[in-house]
């Protein structure tokens, strides 16, 4: 009994000097030198230094052994839009993460603590989010990191910054929409020339690959560039995203330039949308009473038979069959006097409810050697408007600058509204021009509802006061409507252009998603209510090991209750503190 009160002493001089592990260390010290003084006879005094080597032991394996601190971090100016690996390098930081979490700051926002790279006592890596305060094209001052170890703390002041020259920035992704599995360009600033310092690309949350089809060749192998990249998106699930490009060693996740974004029908900012596209629709010919088994091939057409529908020449065609690249349907009867040339049209409904129409782009005829600024001499030629020189299609409603001189041009395109709501038409062209509108998908049901009798820039929509900009016309979400530009270029700049403005479409934007978006402030009020909680100590022993152990102290934190009798009754226990 001695001995082992002479082994415990030397045990609890040693802890005393890490009181934080004391109650962890209690019971497995005090088992051990049970199993000691029972079979193994020494003196007290060396069963007193036996004690304190058992601690010494058992700090040198579990106990930090430098003093907390900070030397520095690697790298110090980061993404604005976080996601940027920062080493800290210093002293003292837990090696178990599970044990002894290690906690990091930079200027008050929580660095993520990567667990696996960081078993270290003179190392942490981290994950940094996106800074608060963010806003296009800024940068912070030098922020002061923070790193917690258990209770202990230390700060290392004015040492890591979120700096703009580090934030890789998508300005656009070009084209703006296409089929699945396209290839795009993202243009904008991406830090380093060294594409192979890009971790990944995304489309919304699936990869965008930079690299050929089975093969380990970039797209732009032969093109350092810091402001292209180019990939091919992996998605085939029809929808609006946004792209992000993560380069982790060289400042972190890029930042969506403003003028990247567009609104999308279900309110949201999107960069990019994938869109059904049908390549291909057989036979070419059928039956004028309907009956007539169409396949159309393509591409995004999903596997859901109620989302899809399909109409020929405004005629509804009865879906059958529906795959991602197939859709089958049967035609009915058109009305008498119909055009025996149709078109084929498919709308596809997402489980959201969005609609997406097939073909993005517009259809764009050239007509060359004409003189003059008028568009009257296109619309004059014999050849107008069905036998062109030349033929494209076009991205979006607007033709190519300086594509050449003395030319007149036709652009043909289906604009499906997206909200219920006012819609006003702008017109923009070099040198005159005429913007033609159709609340039908039927062309010859168009009048021109704006033009330009001299010349614009390129989105000057205001140099004809009353004549670039149409009168108001209410749309339904979802109705298609018939689009006509006609332009008659002389020499010099040429161009043709239209854009559309939604009158208050009831949509909500983020000051991070638009610069002209107002921040709301609400004031939430909480309360609580405090219970005391009961707990219930069972302490179990036996008559054979009750010399060993005659008292107990209990530990709540830093808390110590009074010593206990193994014997105490309900009363004293209730005098714990």
């Known amino acids: 009994s001695r001995?082992?009160?002479?082994?415990?002493?030397?045990?609890?001089?040693?802890?005393?000097?890490?009181?934080?592990?004391?109650?962890?260390?209690?019971?497995?010290?005090?088992s051990l030198c049970r199993c000691l003084t029972m079979f193994l006879p020494f003196s007290l005094r060396e069963a007193g230094l036996l004690g304190v080597l058992l601690c010494v032991l058992i700090d040198s394996s579990n106990f930090r052994a430098s003093a907390l601190k900070v030397n520095y971090a690697r790298p110090r100016s980061v993404s604005l839009a976080g996601g940027a690996k920062v080493?800290?390098?210093?002293?003292?930081?837990?090696?178990?993460?599970?044990?002894?979490?290690?906690?990091?700051?930079?200027?008050?926002?929580?660095?993520?603590?990567?667990?696996?790279?960081?078993?270290?006592?003179?190392?942490?890596?981290?994950?940094?989010?996106?800074?608060?305060?963010?806003?296009?094209?800024?940068?912070?001052?030098?922020?002061?990191?923070?790193?917690?170890?258990?209770?202990?703390?230390?700060?290392?002041?004015s040492h890591v910054r979120y700096w703009r020259w580090r934030t890789p920035k998508i300005e656009a992704v070009l084209p703006s929409s296409s089929p699945p599995g396209s290839v795009v360009e993202l243009n904008g600033w991406f830090v380093s020339d060294d594409a192979t310092k890009i971790q990944r690309v995304l489309v919304g949350n699936d990869v965008c690959d930079m690299y050929k089809p089975d093969s380990s060749i970039l797209y732009r192998a032969n093109e350092?560039?810091?402001y292209k990249v180019t990939c091919r998106v992996a998605s085939v699930k029809v929808g609006f995203y946004n792209a992000t490009v993560q380069i982790p060693e060289f400042g972190g996740c890029s930042w969506n330039y403003s003028k990247s974004l567009q609104p999308g029908p279900d309110g949201r900012l999107f960069m990019y949308e994938i869109h059904p596209d049908v390549t291909n629709v057989y036979p070419r010919m059928g039956s004028s009473e309907g009956g007539t088994l169409l396949r159309i091939s393509g591409s995004g057409f999903g596997s859901k038979v109620d989302k899809i529908s399909v109409d020929v020449g405004g005629v509804p065609c009865d879906v059958q069959t529906v795959s991602t690249s197939l859709v089958t349907c049967i035609t009915r009867s058109p009305p008498s006097g119909s055009a025996a040339i149709l078109g084929v049209n498919g709308s596809f409904e997402l489980e959201t409810g969005l609609f997406f129409e097939g073909a993005r782009g517009a259809g764009m005829k050239v007509w060359r050697g004409l003189d003059g600024t008028l568009v009257s001499t296109l619309t004059a030629l014999d050849s107008y408007p069905h036998a062109p020189d030349v033929f494209y299609n076009v991205e979006v409603f607007a033709s190519p600058q300086y594509n050449d001189d003395l030319y007149g041009v036709e652009l043909e395109a289906f604009f499906t509204a997206h909200y219920d709501s006012w819609h006003s038409f702008y017109f923009a062209s070099d040198d005159?021009?005429?913007l033609w509108f159709a609340n039908t998908t039927n062309s010859s049901e168009a009048r021109k509802?704006?033009?330009?009798?001299?010349?614009?820039?390129?989105?000057?929509?205001?140099?004809?006061?009353?004549?670039?900009?149409?009168?108001?016309?209410?749309?339904?979400?979802g109705q298609?409507?018939?689009?006509?530009?006609?332009?008659?270029?002389?020499?010099?700049?040429?161009?043709?252009?239209?854009?559309?403005?939604?009158h208050n479409p009831g949509l909500e934007y983020t000051s991070k998603q638009t610069k002209s978006a107002v921040a709301e402030h609400q004031q939430a009020i909480t309360s609580a209510t405090v219970?005391?909680?009961?707990?219930?100590?069972?302490?179990?022993?036996?008559?054979?090991?009750?010399?060993?152990?005659?008292?107990?102290?209990?530990?709540?934190?830093?808390?110590?209750?009074?010593?206990?009798?193994?014997?105490?009754?309900n009363e004293e226990s209730n005098k714990l503190w």
């Open 3 to 30: 001995n082992f009160e002479a082994v415990l002493s030397g045990v609890v001089t040693s802890l005393w000097l890490h009181p934080r592990f004391l109650s962890a260390a209690f019971f497995f010290l005090s």
């Open 87 to 157: 080493t800290i390098y210093g002293n003292g930081f837990s090696p178990n993460q599970y044990d002894l979490a290690n906690l990091v700051f930079i200027g008050g926002t929580p660095c993520d603590v990567d667990w696996f790279n960081s078993a270290s006592e003179d190392r942490i890596v981290c994950w940094t989010r996106p800074w608060a305060d963010a806003v296009e094209d800024t940068s912070s001052d030098y922020l002061r990191v923070q790193v917690f170890v258990g209770r202990e703390s230390v700060t290392k002041e």
């Open 224 to 226: 350092l560039d810091f």
């Open 432 to 434: 005159n021009g005429e």
């Open 449 to 477: 509802i704006a033009f330009v009798r001299g010349y614009t820039r390129v989105n000057q929509y205001t140099k004809y006061y009353g004549e670039q900009i149409s009168n108001p016309v209410y749309l339904m979400k």
């Open 480 to 502: 298609k409507c018939y689009l006509k530009a006609l332009a008659k270029e002389h020499v010099g700049n040429d161009f043709v252009k239209a854009a559309v403005l939604v």
């Open 531 to 569: 219970f005391n909680e009961i707990q219930s100590i069972t302490v179990n022993y036996s008559s054979s090991t009750s010399h060993l152990m005659s008292a107990f102290h209990l530990e709540w934190g830093s808390q110590q209750s009074i010593q206990l009798n193994v014997s105490a009754g």
